[in-house]
């Protein structure tokens, strides 16, 4: 007897993701030149602070939303991956 699952239960086999639910890769010209871009201006992205799963269709089309006082964000929505806390001093540069 499995005690996995109840009796009454028999395991389905998994179910294929539909086209629309899944997310490719980031990758490509537009968004390694985006990157680079973002880390020459040591700035930091709401979407790679909040591990953004649209990240590669974003950043495929030359949209980034960063953040300008470091990587801390003063608000602390529950279902953001940001460090939430007050921005540490200004960086003039």
Excluded at 18 to 39: D, H
Excluded at 58 to 69: E, P, V
Aim: aromatic letters at 6%; glycine letters at 8%; one cysteine or more.
């Amino acid at each position: 007897m499995n005690h996995d699952l109840p009796e009454n239960n028999i395991a389905q086999p998994a179910r294929r993701r539909p086209e629309w639910l899944k997310v490719k890769a980031p990758g490509g010209e537009s968004y390694s030149a985006l990157k680079n871009m973002m880390r020459s201006k040591k700035l930091h992205t709401v979407c790679e602070e909040a591990h953004c799963p649209n990240i590669g269709e974003c950043w495929l089309s030359g949209t980034a939303t960063f953040l300008i006082l470091g990587d801390t964000c003063t608000r602390s929505c529950s279902f953001c991956a940001i460090t939430t806390g007050r921005p540490g001093a200004l960086n003039s540069d």
